[in-house]
């Protein structure tokens, strides 16, 4: 009990500084008439949108809490609705954050011309999402643990409706986990399909149908492209990365009750509560650590290297997370008797977590080889642009696949080894390792498109030069910080997936026998085979909806483009039209994809049983993630090489050549794949897990062909 | 023992019957000189290319039988080089067969004007493919059980260098397809690399560097992709087939084995017997109705509709299979104890097989859905043309992962259901079932590229327009017929891994208990996510293959066309050299790829053991599956979007118009695709499966982290 209060107090001041620091934010001056008007125009835009899509999560959670309560546990419907209520809050927090910061950063650069004053209030406004993913994260969590008096190894429940009996400890952690899950996966969805058609539509109008500069303002898609930013980039990222934490902790938490329910005679009641222990004090421990490093970023003089600034801020919160992590296994697990899977003694799950930390970073530089400009295989993609647009495709295509191989073993190296140090709570214990100091990982990622946004109304607003160039600058920065935090997000759901698939498997397995999945059975393998299936048509229904949805919006630019007025510049186009109806595309095209990822699992396990869900489940996942990172990656070499050949680096293949418009059309295949379905993937996977996993208890009693 | 030497007569009738059709055709006139010309390059560049390919895989295969005899069994090297030989024959026997038949095909067509002639010709130069696939295949399997007295449960033996036990009847059957599969693996990664080069640089000397019509005689690279057309469509297509039914046999045999070793009690050796001549008379049944279906179809006067009888051929062929393995179920299982797992008795082995080839014609009716141009998906893509080449190429993504989860649903429940009616020997029946008149299906694969050489040799003659017209119509047909036999193909691979993956896991278990891959085990699931970012990686080796020797090809190309003469038509292109170019760049790619595909399972097996190999073989099969069919049929719809909009059945995207251009991009970017990696797929985990059954044993003994 006492240490649930010591992180809760962390959780609360964290808290209360993030407001501090809304409130420091929104005193800030504005800048000009312009600057304010277009910022406006952004933060409501994306209020809408986020106002919009709450309507149908609201009531796509109360559904499911009532569902959960009268059919799987009584408490769990609350649980359930505390999950998406925290994720909604972060969202709306982090967005409204970002909105103001984004012309407040412009203006800091127009009011001191001074990188490292500019890099703070981005910093500032990354932090106030960053933070509260971690401490709302944490906070929902610890306060179900004081209300329900914690986990327990033996409890039984059931819902109102059944007589089913599961762990209600076990049922109200993952039902708050799934609660997160479902906030993301609408977000990711939504979010995507909203930024990425306003994008090709505004590409598709200006340089296919009509011959216009990029990003001209006349037409009105590229004002919805600017607030998608915020809507994916901000409160997509936010709960994402928020549900893979929260999840993360989960797992973990699952894995200690079974592991003491099928070992209970070589242990204690005492390694129970340590092994329990261990995963809360991580995750309060990183957001004190993150509070710490944040804060001193905060208030003190920052130099005018950037990266530099960035990198201090994420590495500093890193190493006090991994010193703080060492000494609580020290106290936690030092003076009771440890399962004979900690090879190492008490320093087994340090190891474990401390190899997490390594993965990621592994898979970030990785990420960065494969798609910046400054390696072979971008340059070598830019340099084949001549040879035509079926060459750059597949080429791109060639990248994305070669490119899964170096982060796929660096992640099965380390579930391999962390599994033999710590057997699988190691795993888990790694993936919380790596999701430890999420906030300030979050912070350096909600620096980009704070950083992407100034520069933009800068260029809008016409302010000077001199401003354009500091903005630029922080962009530039928050790109390739970037690459370490999807390295970072891809890893950690990899990491949490095994470790939520691991735990549904210990879930349903009567205590006191190995929890076994067993591939080589028919039943498994017919699941597993599915739900690779699954990822393809999942990702098939996000490419089509965007594009779609780009071709209506494309429509309708066009149509107000034909407007007298508009095209000669005389007259506005109406641009609040254009974003409501992004806003109200995207929204539609979410629902099906994101019930699919709720519902499959559920059919799955009603009609063939609890093992074949766990085979869908690990088929999802092995598909999944090389598809994740060749999304991601291929999208993100398409558009470095782009820029590489508008850098003018290539001879004979500068702006305007052949080879540049190749280079563009490869852009564009990889804007759907990055920024829709890569990004996607991850929170498909997960929310697939832990709906499996709040059901596991029911899907072996109800089923149809038994 | 006499129903070995039965299968062995049918064996060797098919092969009389083979030589008497090659015998007739070879007789047959070839036409005019323009034509003799012409089939003779054709002819002499398959010959060199496979002469350059087989001094490679003889090297491969005698240095692997060395390793095998040494370690694994004293016998198995014999085995896995009979394996060998038995494909090689089969692919030069067929591959000669199609370069005499096409140009008389041609022939018939001017002499006779009929298209049941011509339909006669082409189908009995395909028969020679087919039928001496599954005789060869067949015969081969026999003699190794006719030599080393059969397939017993007990039998123990050893390496000659090892002393690790093994059970040498296994060993040498899995060998024995291991030999199928490096023949096949060479030839799918290097005819798919040499022919889709040619192709590639062919579009881009034409249309990119210069602007040239298409199949432009000028143009040298012309000419390979002829050649090309026979060595993958005939020589892959045969190799890939055979190893694939002589997999499945070699998977239920084994399963066969397993199945006895762990239920002995409730039953006897007449069941075992019984289990193991069961697939037996299933394959020589199935030989024996395509020999009588493909000899009526030579015999009887055929009508003027082609498609009707290439279709009449296939199911009169897969009638009297079906009646044939209905009586042969009915007295091989009758009399004898069956095991608990058969739920409908004796019938119950035959209701898997035909389930089987439901889920074949199934697969492949889906896959015309999605690739012909008679349908929504394709007709779609072509109208989305006119928005230019990166919405063709991100449709085509999302048609190709849409794609996939219907065949993968009928895979799956086709593999639950056959396992629910009889076990693990179901499955293994299932995919025999689709694969017992492989005979007539790959006759009817190799009637499409003969009518399209055909074709092409009427088109670069000049022949008339009416004998161009019947070639036309044979080659359309060609195509639909394709879908099918593309359908059965994906399946039985699908069926066959799943079988050899079960068969892996039964192997090294040990007798008497469960065999079980336990996925929620840290070291399997580390394999798998291997395994299946392996896929990835084996795609990407092959995609940049091909590029890469594209643009060797193309630059040669231009060489040629820059000597004077060339271009203005008045002297000829040196075609033997890009022909032999085009033969080595694609051999020298083929090795890294193929043997990569031989020796990451022992790589994996000797770090990491048997269970490791376990996941990797499952993680690349999940993964394998839907990216083949992906790969398929987002090339298909690529291919025929082009031809739809060529035959100008969209108002507005005519020939030559932007979006003419943007579909033959689609086109060239699904090249590579469809006929270079979704049909290596196949192989890929085949050939890894297969490696890792012969070495089963040895892993178990041999592993560096214990």
């Not at 899950?181 to 539509?201: C, P, Q």
């Not at 107000?560 to 000669?568: A, D, H, N, T, V």
């Not at 993937?681 to 832990?690: H, P, Q, R």
Request: aromatic share 8%; proline share 3%.
């Amino acid at each position: 009990m006492g240490y649930w209060l010591c992180i809760l107090a962390i959780t609360l001041v964290s808290m209360a500084y993030v407001f501090y620091n809304y409130g420091a934010i929104r005193k800030m001056d504005e800048g000009t008439e312009d600057m304010k008007e277009l910022s406006a125009i952004i933060r409501s835009g994306a209020d809408t949108f986020l106002k919009t899509e709450f309507k149908y999560v609201i009531i796509v959670v109360i559904v499911l809490a009532i569902i959960f309560t009268l059919l799987v546990e009584v408490t769990s419907g609350i649980t359930l609705m505390i999950g998406a209520a925290m994720s909604s809050f972060v969202c709306v927090l982090g967005m409204r954050s970002a909105t103001f910061a984004n012309v407040r950063t412009t203006n800091k650069a127009k009011e001191t011309l001074s990188i490292g004053e500019t890099v703070k209030v981005a910093l500032c406004g990354g932090s106030i999402s960053g933070l509260s993913v971690q401490a709302m994260g944490l906070m929902g969590l610890i306060l179900i643990l004081i209300i329900w008096n914690g986990v327990s190894a033996e409890a039984t429940s059931k819902g109102l409706l059944t007589g089913l009996p599961c762990n209600p400890t076990i049922t109200r952690i993952t039902t708050y986990s799934l609660g997160c899950s479902i906030v993301a996966m609408f977000n990711r969805v939504a979010g995507g399909n909203y930024t990425k058609a306003a994008d090709i539509s505004a590409d598709i109008l200006g340089k296919i149908r009509h011959d216009l500069p990029e990003d001209d303002s006349r037409v009105p898609n590229t004002i919805a492209d600017f607030i998608g930013d915020n809507v994916n980039d901000i409160a997509g990222n936010c709960s994402d990365l928020l549900e893979s934490f929260v999840a993360t902790i989960a797992a973990t938490l699952m894995i200690a009750v079974t592991a003491y329910n099928n070992y209970g005679s070589t242990v204690t009641a005492d390694t129970f509560k340590a092994t329990i222990m261990f995963p809360l004090i991580m995750a309060g421990s990183g957001l004190l650590a993150c509070l710490i490093g944040l804060f001193l970023a905060n208030v003190r003089k920052m130099s005018d290297d950037p990266s530099r600034e960035l990198n201090l801020a994420t590495w500093f919160s890193a190493g006090i997370t991994l010193v703080m992590c060492l000494i609580a296994s020290l106290f936690v697990f030092k003076n009771v008797p440890l399962y004979e899977t900690f090879k190492f003694g008490w320093i087994s799950p340090w190891i474990s977590s401390v190899l997490g930390i390594i993965s990621g970073i592994a898979i970030g530089s990785i990420t960065e080889y494969y798609t910046s400009t400054e390696f072979k295989p971008t340059r070598g993609l830019a340099s084949i642009a001549h040879e035509g647009e079926a060459f750059v495709v597949t080429k791109g295509d060639a990248i994305g696949s070669r490119s899964c191989l170096a982060p796929v073993l660096v992640i099965g190296i380390a579930l391999f080894v962390s599994g033999r140090l710590c057997g699988t709570y190691g795993i888990a214990v790694s993936a919380l390792g790596m999701l430890s100091f999420v906030g300030a990982t979050v912070s350096i990622d909600a620096f980009g498109p704070i950083a992407d946004n100034a520069g933009g109304i800068a260029e809008s607003c016409h302010l000077d030069e001199k401003v354009r160039a500091i903005t630029d600058r922080l962009d530039a920065v928050g790109n390739t910080t970037a690459a370490i935090g999807k390295g970072f997000a891809i890893g950690s759901a990899a990491f949490a997936t095994v470790s939520l698939i691991v735990a549904y498997v210990s879930n349903y397995t009567s205590a006191g026998s190995e929890p076994i999945l067993n591939i080589a059975s028919y039943v498994v393998i017919a699941g597993s085979i599915i739900g690779g299936a699954m990822v393809e048509y999942f990702s098939a229904l996000l490419t089509d909806n965007t594009i779609d949805a780009a071709k209506l919006m494309a429509d309708e630019g066009d149509r107000q483009l034909s407007e007298p007025g508009i095209l000669e510049g005389t007259k506005k186009p109406d641009y609040n039209r254009m974003i409501e109806m992004a806003a109200n595309t995207a929204i539609r095209k979410m629902l099906i994809p994101s019930v699919l990822a709720l519902f499959i699992p559920v059919l799955g396990g009603f009609l063939f049983g609890v093992e074949f869900v766990g085979g869908m489940l690990i088929g999802a996942t092995i598909v999944a993630i090389p598809r994740a990172i060749f999304m991601g990656n291929s999208g993100g070499a398409f558009d470095n090489a782009k820029k590489y050949i508008e850098s003018g680096a290539i001879v004979g293949s500068e702006k305007g050549t052949p080879a540049h418009k190749a280079a563009v059309t490869g852009d564009t295949v990889g804007d759907t794949r990055k920024d829709v379905v890569g990004v996607a993937l991850d929170i498909f996977i997960k929310t697939m897990s832990t709906v499996a996993n709040s059901m596991a208890t029911v899907f072996v009693h109800i089923r149809v062909f038994k």
